[in-house]
């Protein structure tokens, strides 16, 4: 399966997503192309700090099945995966915060489409636009879906902002949220998954397994 994770508005979290639904994909024994194709190249930076940090999956119950993280932008990224997606059981495209060229190139050729948004208006609003790249894509086949990151403790802004996204017919939006958690970022940091930490986040790890679980079962 080729997941995207994009869409129009940065901030929202989506590298971290892309990078522990990768690391989760691994552990559990699947062969995964982790595609970097926003210009910041976080995701590529995660998966360097893996290297540096010499991470040996003693804290796994099992070790990861190797990932290998690429970068590719513009249309080429639309190319390269039709040539790559018999050598991978998953393929997961970290796709960047705004409207681009890799972004499109990439949902023409990916199975589902994940769009994370944070709480808040100013991120809210661009559904609009989100929904009219969708409809512009020639994949008839995208499934494409809206997940609440970065969620606020208190429930009221989450479920405000997910009753807007729910009047966008083009996509589904997710039962669940995913908390603005502390344990995120020191993840990344050294280069590892939340399910990594020697000390676990159990809150952020069940946030990452309904997500997990919704996209891959």
């Known amino acids: 399966m080729i997941l995207v ?6 901030g929202s979290g989506k590298t971290t997503l892309a990078t522990n639904l990768c690391q989760m994909r691994a552990q559990d024994g699947y062969k995964v192309l982790l595609v970097d194709a926003d210009p910041q190249g976080s ?8 290297d540096e940090h ?8 099992k070790p990861n099945k190797p990932f290998v993280v690429v970068c590719m932008s513009g249309k ?17 495209v970290d796709a960047g915060g ?3 060229v890799s972004q499109r190139s990439a949902l023409c050729e990916a199975d589902k489409f994940l769009i994370p948004f944070k709480p808040r208006s100013i991120d809210i609003w661009t559904i609009g636009n989100v929904k009219a790249m969708i409809n512009e894509c020639t994949n008839h086949n ?3 879906y809206v997940v609440i990151n970065q969620a606020d403790p208190k429930g009221k802004d989450n479920e405000d902002a997910l009753g807007v996204l729910k009047e966008c017919e083009e996509v589904e939006c997710l039962p669940f949220f995913i908390g603005n958690r502390k344990s995120f970022g020191n993840a990344a940091a050294i280069g590892l998954g939340v399910h990594e930490l020697q000390v676990k986040d159990t809150k952020a790890c069940r946030e990452l397994k309904d997500l997990y679980d919704f996209l891959y079962n």
């Open 5 to 10: 994770v994009g869409g129009i508005k940065g």
């Open 43 to 50: 995701a590529y930076d995660w998966s360097q700090q893996r």
């Open 54 to 61: 010499g991470l040996s999956f003693q804290t796994l119950s």
């Open 76 to 92: 080429q990224v639309y190319a390269n995966l039709i040539k790559m997606r018999a050598d991978y059981d998953d393929i997961i």
């Open 98 to 100: 705004y409207d681009s």
């Open 142 to 144: 995208l499934k494409s």
